[in-house]
């Protein structure tokens, strides 16, 4: 148990530890690349390549999960007893989960071709291909009641009080 605070004129968490012991616990992880290529090719005297191309990936989890803490009064009340005077993070567990993912991708081609007749005569030519996409995918996942700080999932609370939210465009 947690004091509140050692007098009812002060109000708000005074108690350091039950901070420290129960306020917000987050996991998370992310994960990021990002790589890119160029070639430049020579195919026959006065015809070049050239590819470029990029790719981007991030995928990132997250999931907050606040604790809700009871505060007692520091005194004892005339029966002995210290009194619930205050909650904390709510009156119930909660936990969000959130998972995004990002994905891009660039490809740059072009194929050159330059020649000269009799010294004095130039033809060049240029053929290219360009290719882009993206794509961003966002879940959430909320949900009120969780039975202990040690679990981790939204399955493991209630269904009342849950809430989803998900979008995604290319």
């Given at each position: 148990r947690?004091?509140?605070y050692a007098y009812p004129s002060k109000g708000g968490n005074k108690n350091p530890v039950a901070i420290a012991k129960n306020g917000n616990q987050k996991k998370y992880k992310e994960y990021?690349?990002?790589?890119?290529?160029?070639?430049?090719?020579?195919?026959l005297e006065g015809l070049n390549a050239e590819v470029k191309g990029s790719?981007?990936?991030?995928?990132t989890q997250g999931k907050?999960?606040?604790i809700s803490t009871l505060g007692y009064d520091y005194h004892p009340n005339a029966d002995g007893e210290h009194a619930q005077v205050s909650i904390w993070n709510s009156?119930?567990?909660?936990?969000?989960?959130?998972?995004?993912?990002e994905v891009q991708?660039?490809?740059?081609?072009?194929?050159?071709?330059?020649?000269?007749?009799?010294?004095?005569?130039?033809?060049?030519?240029m053929a290219g291909y360009n290719q882009e996409y993206f794509r961003y995918d966002?879940?959430?996942?909320?949900?009120?009641?969780?039975?202990?700080?040690?679990m981790w999932e939204l399955d493991t609370s209630p269904s009342a009080g849950q809430l989803n939210v998900g979008n995604a465009y290319d």
């Open positions: 947690f004091a509140a990021y690349v990002l790589a890119s290529a160029f070639a430049n090719v020579k195919i790719v981007k990936y991030e995928d907050a999960l606040t009156t119930a567990n909660q936990l969000s989960v959130r998972n995004e993912k991708y660039t490809l740059f081609a072009t194929l050159n071709y330059m020649a000269t007749f009799n010294k004095d005569h130039n033809i060049s030519a966002k879940l959430l996942g909320y949900r009120i009641g969780m039975p202990t700080s040690d």
